[in-house]
């Protein structure tokens, strides 16, 4: 009885909200402000390209995606060429970089040495950091002189007229053009995913890997049987992120892919891709269309990575990988 | 029979291991070439000038003070602003609303963010500070900067936030602390390492970014007066580098390769710091 009589005793004065409570509303409230920032940035990244573009897309309708002519004279601009130059040279550079970062992460689990898998582990690691610039840099001045002189220039003369290489290999041997650009998006999208691939197959437990062993499985088994298929997801969304990178990279290729719009007839073709196309044109365009176009192809641009980007992020959260 | 497959196992085995021993040689040599490039083409331009005098017409003396001072500056500016946002938005997630529907939607966009073609964020910035201003300036460049250095410091905020132990939370609460003073007081002091190595690497991620400066801050071949005035274009070491690559001059290109020898240096000694701060965070 005594008990339920207690809290009646006390005279009845409310208590006031603890000092410190309007702050704590506040910073809660600056914090949700914080994150829903994010959401406007993305937003505010969709809605400026739509109306920054919409000069170029209400004048050119659906056209704009199919028309391979991009006339700064005559103001008529259709993307079909750099949309087609970027999604060849990301799917070139995914195909050149995908085994090979696949044999360095499985050398980095598997088959290292150990004093040498922290060293060349933390390279690949730091190589992935190196602002893209550099890549660009070094593929116009040091790769694409050598590749004209090694490759473009005895490929050319072995093609044999009317030949299916032959068809490949056109263009003006000067060490820039679509296959050029490509493999030095390779390169530079390579440390990247080695370095994820790599993080992820280190999630596979150890237990998995030496039962397979135990079992008598020869190295390339527990790869390609066990470790991989663990990791399947994971790795599907790592490959679209450096996907992804390929499309949207502006510096690595815009130095070395000749930037010409029409469609790419051969590997060796000049090209140019939407992040190429908006870099050098930007800023020297010539009539409100012409900046209208460009944003348009970054509106392009951005519906294709954010599909990629978007997929990749699914399966990776499915895989439980903090990447 | 078993004898065949044996051996086709092993072959099998052997080819697998050659790959892998190949194509890592093959990578190793192509980023060795790279950094040699970057080394010997890049300490061939550096000299004091350099460090001194502002960018130069062609064939005459210069350096990269200019850009290098502008360059600084925007970093800074835009990790003040990336902190700010970024810190408060990971604790959000971490802390408050992390578990809600709108929670999972801010995550899933931050992660597009992440990785989002810089040159977007450049379009984005153009569209919402240079056309309706008329004019570049390296105000416009920070903030580009800033939205892409927000999604990473964001994500390392919740997770490092997300590492400290229940306990922590129950007993500043228990002891009669409101949350937000535990999260300010206790938690971020004791993810400070984790929070400082996710800054150093937004840090690093940016200072060698380029496409986004192309149509913000553009460039200048003059030092601001006075040298911090953000408000106008400003001189930045990509887009230095980016003009003196494509040009015909090869002073120029020179000191397009020292500019590069210095982000790529500078974005390294960043990197290995923020793993050295995080390798002292897990000992500790």
């Known amino acids: ?323 | 029979m078993s004898a065949a497959k044996l051996v086709r196992r092993r072959v099998g085995d052997v080819v697998f291991k050659g790959f892998c021993w190949s194509v890592t040689g093959l990578a190793l040599v192509a980023l060795a070439a790279i950094l040699w490039s970057l080394l010997a083409q890049g300490f061939g331009g550096l000299n004091l000038d350099v460090f001194t005098m502002s960018t130069p017409a062609a064939g005459s003396r210069g350096g990269l003070a200019n850009a290098i001072v502008g360059s600084l500056l925007m970093c800074v500016l835009a990790m003040v602003i990336a902190l700010t946002v970024g810190v408060l938005a990971g604790t959000w997630l971490a802390e408050y609303g992390g578990r809600s529907k709108y929670g999972a939607v801010i995550r899933f966009l931050n992660d597009v963010l992440l990785s989002a073609p810089s040159i977007l964020v450049g379009l984005f910035v153009y569209e919402l500070l240079v056309a309706p201003f008329h004019g570049f300036s390296g105000f416009a460049g920070a903030v580009a900067l800033a939205l892409l250095a927000v999604p990473v410091i964001t994500r390392t905020t919740e997770d490092v936030l997300l590492l400290q132990p229940t306990t922590l939370r129950e007993a500043g609460v228990g002891l009669g602390a409101p949350l937000s003073y535990v999260i300010r007081q206790v938690l971020w002091r004791s993810a400070r390492g984790g929070l400082l190595t996710g800054a150093l690497l937004a840090f690093a991620r940016i200072s060698g970014e380029t496409a986004p400066l192309l149509f913000t801050a553009l460039n200048n071949q003059f030092f601001n007066k006075p040298w911090f005035d953000l408000r106008h274009q400003t001189a930045n070491l990509p887009v230095v580098i980016f003009n003196g690559a494509l040009s015909a001059y090869d002073d120029l290109r020179r000191l397009a390769w020292a500019g590069a020898l210095l982000i790529a240096g500078t974005v390294l000694a960043v990197t290995i710091v923020a793993r050295i701060v995080a390798q002292e965070q897990r000992r500790s």
């Open chain 1, 1 to 323: 009885m005594s008990e339920t009589t207690l809290p009646a005793a006390a005279p009845a004065k409310r208590r006031s909200a603890p000092r410190g409570a309007l702050i704590g509303q506040i910073f809660e409230g600056l914090c949700f402000g914080a994150a829903t920032l994010l959401l406007a940035a993305l937003g505010g990244i969709i809605v400026s390209l739509i109306v920054g573009g919409w000069p170029a897309l209400s004048k050119f309708g659906v056209g704009f995606l199919f028309s391979a002519t991009w006339n700064p004279v005559t103001d008529v601009y259709g993307a079909a060429g750099p949309i087609v130059g970027t999604l060849i040279t990301a799917a070139l550079a995914l195909v050149l970089a995908l085994p090979i970062s696949g044999g360095v992460a499985f050398f980095l689990t598997e088959l290292c040495p150990a004093p040498l898998r922290r060293p060349i582990g933390t390279a690949v690691e730091l190589l992935a950091g190196i602002p893209s610039i550099v890549y660009g840099m070094w593929g116009l001045f040091v790769f694409a002189p050598l590749f004209a002189r090694w490759i473009q220039l005895p490929l050319m003369s072995a093609a044999k007229p009317g030949s299916l290489l032959e068809t490949l290999t056109t263009g003006i041997p000067n060490g820039s053009g679509i296959l050029p650009a490509s493999i030095i998006l390779a390169i530079m999208i390579l440390p990247f995913m080695a370095a994820t691939l790599r993080e992820l197959l280190l999630t596979v437990p150890a237990a998995v890997r030496e039962s397979a062993y135990g079992l008598g499985a020869t190295t390339a088994e527990v790869v390609l049987s066990v470790t991989l298929p663990y990791v399947r997801q994971g790795a599907i969304g790592a490959v679209m992120l450096g996907l992804g990178r390929a499309l949207g990279e502006t510096m690595a290729v815009t130095f070395i892919i000749g930037n010409s719009h029409a469609f790419p007839k051969s590997l060796f073709d000049s090209g140019s891709t939407i992040a190429s196309t908006i870099a050098n044109e930007f800023t020297e365009a010539t009539s409100p269309v012409h900046t209208a176009a460009l944003i348009s192809l970054g509106l392009v641009l951005f519906l294709i990575t954010f599909a990629v980007l978007g997929l990749a992020r699914l399966l990776l959260r499915q895989q439980g990988a903090k990447l």
